[in-house]
């Protein structure tokens, strides 16, 4: 047993980090998929340059998120949950989360290993993390494509879970990441 005290709901902050983020993510994706299809030339390069910045942005998001979940805490699982759902639902959580780190930090280490600069949104430039090399990029990108498809089938798991509990368990679950309840 833990002796951590569970707030009743998330924390405002974590809320809006977590619906901004799930924006963010919804687009990062589907526009992954895309961008790396389109023809080369400026429409290209100018989506690559927005991937990289929203991920960066959902990088820095992860950040202050787990900051948030430190001092304010997260509420503690449902009673309404079986064994099994509790487990998978702190399994997808954690891996999502996870995920958070990881895709950025594997789509700034292979952007660097192209040597082709993440500059955020037009603002600055991040520092490269390695050195130049073909190899490493081709295997962190293989990494990059692998993980986004796990994340786009966590997630949908995480929707599928957060409608069924909405409209057929009825139990509060997805009330408790509204910003609208206090
Ligand atoms: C949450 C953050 C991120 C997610 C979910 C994500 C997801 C994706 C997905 C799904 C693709 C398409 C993969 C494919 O179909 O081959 C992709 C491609 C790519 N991403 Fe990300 N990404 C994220 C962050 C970043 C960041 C921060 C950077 C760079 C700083 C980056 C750089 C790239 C590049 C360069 C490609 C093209 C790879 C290639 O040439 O095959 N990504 N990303």
């Known amino acids: 047993?833990?002796?951590?005290?569970?707030?009743?709901?998330?924390?405002?902050?974590?809320k809006?980090?977590?619906?901004?983020?799930?924006?963010?993510?919804?687009?990062?994706i589907p526009g992954g998929i895309v961008m790396i299809r389109l023809q080369e030339g400026q429409l290209q390069n100018q989506i690559f340059d927005l991937h990289r910045?929203?991920?960066?942005t959902v990088f820095a998001l992860a950040i202050l998120r787990v900051t948030?979940?430190?001092?304010?805490?997260?509420p503690a699982p449902l009673e309404s949950l079986t064994p099994l759902e509790r487990r998978a639902s702190v399994g997808v959580h954690h891996t999502l989360l996870a995920l958070l780190f990881i895709m950025p930090l594997l789509g700034w280490?292979?952007?660097?290993?192209?040597?082709?600069?993440?500059?955020?949104?037009?603002?600055?430039?991040?520092?490269?993390?390695?050195?130049?090399?073909?190899p490493?990029?081709?295997?962190?990108?293989?990494?990059?494509k692998t993980?986004?498809?796990?994340?786009?089938?966590?997630?949908?798991?995480?929707?599928?879970?957060?409608?069924?509990?909405?409209?057929?368990?009825?139990?509060?679950?997805?009330?408790r990441m509204l910003p609208t309840r206090r």
């Open 68 to 74: 948030a979940r430190h001092f304010f805490g997260t």
């Open 16 to 28: 809006w980090i977590h619906w901004i983020t799930a924006l963010l993510v919804l687009m990062i």
């Open 136 to 144: 490493i990029y081709n295997a962190l990108a293989a990494t990059h």
């Open 147 to 175: 993980l986004g498809l796990v994340m786009a089938g966590l997630i949908l798991t995480h929707i599928g879970a957060a409608i069924m509990h909405t409209f057929i368990k009825r139990d509060g679950v997805l009330q």
């Open 53 to 56: 910045s929203f991920g960066v």
């Open 109 to 134: 280490l292979m952007t660097s290993a192209y040597r082709v600069d993440v500059s955020v949104f037009g603002l600055f430039t991040l520092p490269h993390l390695m050195p130049q090399s073909e």
């Open 1 to 14: 047993m833990s002796n951590k005290i569970h707030p009743p709901v998330y924390s405002p902050i974590s």
